[in-house]
């Protein structure tokens, strides 16, 4: 897969970090875009225990989130953030 420049901020990770030891099963944050209704495109927000081939992996400070290859195409760019 060809490399991005979408990043993740360090709160971001740190949330990650402590959504994920409360459900261990679970290894990864995925985001992805969905298109539809009259409100265009949304984000998608799951956990995930596998990575598949196609997936970008953003790492930091432990954490790994996954983006599919379609929905990287909205997102190139981006930092995934996380404010109080």
């Known amino acids: ?7 993740l901020s360090e709160t971001a990770a740190k949330r990650i970090k402590a959504i ?5 099963d679970k290894a990864y944050l995925r ?15 799951d ?16 954490v790994t989130v996954l983006i599919d290859e379609m ?3 909205f997102m190139g760019g981006s930092e995934i953030d996380f404010s109080t």
């Open 31 to 45: 985001v992805s875009v969905e298109g539809g209704g009259c409100s265009g495109f949304s984000y998608k927000f």
């Open 20 to 24: 994920l030891a409360k459900t261990p």
């Open 71 to 73: 929905s990287l195409e």
């Open 1 to 7: 897969m060809a490399m991005s420049n979408v990043t």
């Open 47 to 62: 956990l995930d225990d596998t990575a598949n081939e196609d997936d970008l992996l953003v790492e930091r400070d432990g």
